[in-house]
């Protein structure tokens, strides 16, 4: 069992929310954290800048109320995700609120900076960076993150095409701190198996986009209820970064999800034309088979617990 911080150790259930972009909102993140995961969500989701402080009111305001009234059954923390790559020209004033309002969890992508976590240290919150290989891994622990997300193949959004057992592997080689391991877990079995290989936490986006609560399109929701791995592209045509995506959301934006050109990825965009890539062009990722309808966030978090509970019974079974 790996080192965890003081924050992670209170997890009564090894699963955190990945931040959706777009779609993770104040109502989403709070129905995760009151169901026992770590809620999350990207800051860039508030628009205008100052949202942001209005949406952290809400989410400490609303957790500390719920802990109040169930001092036995706390909320689980939450996450705000801050993309550290240059083209965010909102970082400092994004920060700047998370350290106002004490933001349990950063979660760090695309780039590691020293300024970003000792802002999150400075009032003892925690940052796990997400990386896609194990360079990435040790880079991000020597400027200074406390734990990584794995970002494995298969994953939604913004991916690796590593499997989960080499990636893991190699990072606990020489790394005891939390990892959550992202790609394709959409069922308790598989928050189970990310456990055995190594892995605190299961990191889980894309069945989150399938609840009542998340700020998607009912198109989108729908697309994920009857979709499967086979409809799953990987192309880093739409931010020059390659991700997942959903192929009839590529279909439905008139190009040919078979036949997809490739980006340059010097042109990397995270600003507004970003948002209508991932507005109209789907991210998801492979686990989806598992999501057979659009469930409020509780609903989801319960099967999860189930399937948890009954593939640790099958385990203990086999060994007896």
Known sequence: MSKLPAVLQQLKFPVIASPLFIISNPKLVIAQCKAGVVGSMPA????????????????TETLAAHNRAHPDKPAAPFAINQIVHKSNDRLEHDMAMCVKYKVPIIITSLGAREDVNAAAHSYGGIVLHDIINNKFAKKAIEKGADGLVAVAA????????????????????????????????????AILAAQAMGADFAYIGSAFIATEEARAAEEYKQAIVEASS????????????HGNYLAPSIRNAG????????????????????????????????GIGAVKAVVPTADLVARLQREYEEARARLNLAHH
């Open 44 to 59: 860039l989701n508030a628009r205008p800048a100052e949202q942001l402080e209005e949406w952290l009111i809400e989410i």
């Open 154 to 189: 298969g994953a939604g959004g913004h991916a690796g095409v590593k499997s989960p057992f080499a990636l893991i592997q190699e990072i606990r080689e020489w790394f005891d701190g939390p990892i959550a391991l992202s790609g394709a877990i959409a069922n308790g079995g």
């Open 230 to 241: 086979d409809d799953i592209v990987y192309s880093n045509l739409f931010t020059g970064v």
């Open 255 to 286: 190009l040919d999800p078979e036949n997809l050109p490739e980006s340059d990825a010097s042109k990397m965009n995270f600003g507004g034309d970003a948002k209508k890539a991932w507005k109209d062009i789907w991210g998801c990722g492979q």
